[in-house]
């Protein structure tokens, strides 16, 4: 059983999420996925092709971290696994959002082969935990796009499990996963990788 209480606060930590990345135009057409933790064994999660910019709390339920419905006969995301993975590896986390922006798609397109995207000189990726300065080294990892997300909830978990320390991951074609302490955090890391991504799209259209 979980606590109704953490369960409203995290519901609406979701719906408000969804309003915001919405606006920015990095959730379009019901695409993306959000989710916050309730304890250790329950996160609240959107539900399945809702449209992000308007949820309500009928479209957050609670599911175990085995990706199980508690106490709801409605279908969660069909990504709910790549949420229960990054809970289960790290216990502090506290909230993961899925992302679709366009620079996120196309750049993890036109790294075609590659399986890593490497920045350095941004004076943002210091708004990453441990991360120090412009000179150091941000290595976000590119996974190919599939519709077995039992296949890449594996491979990340496995992937995270050996490299803990950014908080995110591409996937090719498709978008962003970032995680945080506080739905906060992990807001604020969309916006980061966001910008970065942004940024490397824009040094690669230069002549
Ligand atoms: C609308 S296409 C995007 C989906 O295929 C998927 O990638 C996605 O982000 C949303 O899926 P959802 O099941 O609503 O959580
Ligand atoms: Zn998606």
């Known amino acids: 059983?979980?606590?109704?209480?953490?369960?409203?606060?995290?519901?609406?930590?979701?719906?408000?999420?969804?309003?915001?990345?919405?606006?920015?135009?990095?959730?379009?057409?019901?695409?993306?996925?959000?989710?916050?933790?309730?304890?250790?064994?329950?996160?609240?999660?959107?539900?399945?092709?809702?449209?992000?910019?308007?949820?309500?709390?009928a479209d957050v339920m609670v599911v175990n971290l085995a990706g199980e419905p508690v106490q709801s006969s409605c279908r969660s995301s069909a990504e709910t696994l790549l949420h229960t993975v990054i809970y289960d590896l790290f216990s502090d986390i506290g909230a993961v959002l899925h992302t679709h922006s366009m620079p996120a798609?196309?750049?993890?397109?036109?790294?075609?082969?590659?399986?890593?995207?490497?920045?350095?000189?941004?004076?943002?990726?210091?708004?990453?935990?441990?991360?120090?300065?412009?000179?150091s080294q941000l290595v976000i990892p590119i996974f190919e796009n599939t519709q077995d997300i039992e296949a890449l909830a594996a491979e990340t978990k496995a992937y995270f499990n050996q490299n803990p320390d950014l908080p995110g991951y591409l996937i090719r074609g498709h978008g962003l996963y970032t995680w945080g302490k506080t739905m906060a955090d992990c807001l604020r890391h969309v916006e980061a990788f966001e910008f970065l991504l942004q940024c490397e799209l824009e040094m690669k259209r230069l002549p």
């Open 1 to 57: 059983m979980f606590d109704i209480t953490r369960y409203a606060d995290a519901s609406q930590s979701i719906i408000d999420a969804g309003r915001f990345l919405y606006q920015n135009g990095w959730s379009p057409a019901t695409s993306s996925n959000y989710s916050a933790r309730i304890d250790e064994q329950h996160i609240a999660i959107t539900v399945s092709g809702k449209h992000k910019g308007a949820l309500t709390n």
């Open 105 to 135: 798609t196309v750049l993890s397109r036109w790294l075609e082969g590659e399986n890593e995207l490497c920045l350095t000189d941004y004076e943002l990726q210091k708004a990453f935990p441990g991360y120090e300065s412009h000179e």
